[in-house]
């Protein structure tokens, strides 16, 4: 019988790889911009914030590609960033519209009931009498003239 004596072998675990700390940036700011994304009237705001995972994800898969990085959480980023991307617009295209409509609302009625917001200077009709006695003065706000007696 052969004895064999085998030192005791340590039990390989796997080794963690390490990950990207742009990438978790980047999941982060798209799970922000996802959820004001479904705010009414302020979801438009994460297109600016959906920027940031777009950007980074981006930046990270460029980086993950010489680098055999992990490139997991930079495309979950890319991805919930870009649905909250298309969320905001269109959530920016509604409100645009309804913004237009209200306006051309607006204009219309105006032409319709003969309202003009322009700053006008008030119009006076002076009318003299031969002798210069009494002056009647009409303004756009009053039909009715005042009558002031001469000097």
Same mark, same amino acid.
């Given at each position: 019988?052969?004895?064999?004596?085998?030192?005791?072998?340590?039990?390989?675990?796997p080794?963690?790889?390490?990950t %990207?700390? /742009? &990438?978790? !940036?980047?999941?982060?700011?798209?799970?922000?911009?996802l959820v004001?994304?479904?705010?009414?009237?302020?979801g438009?705001?994460?297109?600016?914030i959906?920027l940031?995972p777009?950007?980074?994800?981006?930046?990270?898969?460029?980086?993950a590609k010489?680098?055999?990085?992990?490139?997991?959480l930079?495309?979950?980023?890319?991805?919930i960033?870009?649905?909250?991307?298309?969320?905001?617009?269109f959530?920016? %295209?509604? /409100? &645009?519209? !309804?913004g237009?409509?209200?306006?051309?609302d607006?204009?219309?009625?105006?032409?319709?009931?003969?309202?003009?917001?322009?700053?006008?200077?008030?119009?006076y009709?002076?009318?003299e009498?031969?002798?210069?006695?009494?002056?009647?003065?009409?303004?756009e706000?009053?039909?009715?003239?005042?009558?002031?007696?001469?000097?």
């Amino acid at each position: 019988m052969e004895n064999y004596n085998y030192p005791p072998q340590q039990p390989q675990y796997p080794q963690p790889q390490p990950t %990207s700390v /742009l &990438g978790i !940036i980047s999941l982060v700011f798209a799970i922000v911009a996802l959820v004001v994304s479904f705010i009414p009237c302020f979801g438009y705001f994460a297109i600016f914030i959906a920027l940031i995972p777009i950007i980074s994800s981006i930046i990270v898969l460029v980086q993950a590609k010489r680098t055999r990085e992990p490139k997991g959480l930079a495309i979950a980023g890319l991805a919930i960033g870009g649905v909250a991307l298309m969320i905001g617009l269109f959530w920016g %295209s509604l /409100l &645009g519209g !309804i913004g237009s409509q209200i306006q051309n609302d607006i204009r219309i009625n105006q032409d319709r009931y003969g309202i003009n917001d322009s700053l006008e200077e008030p119009y006076y009709y002076e009318e003299e009498e031969s002798n210069g006695e009494n002056v009647e003065i009409f303004t756009e706000e009053s039909d009715q003239g005042e009558v002031k007696t001469g000097e």
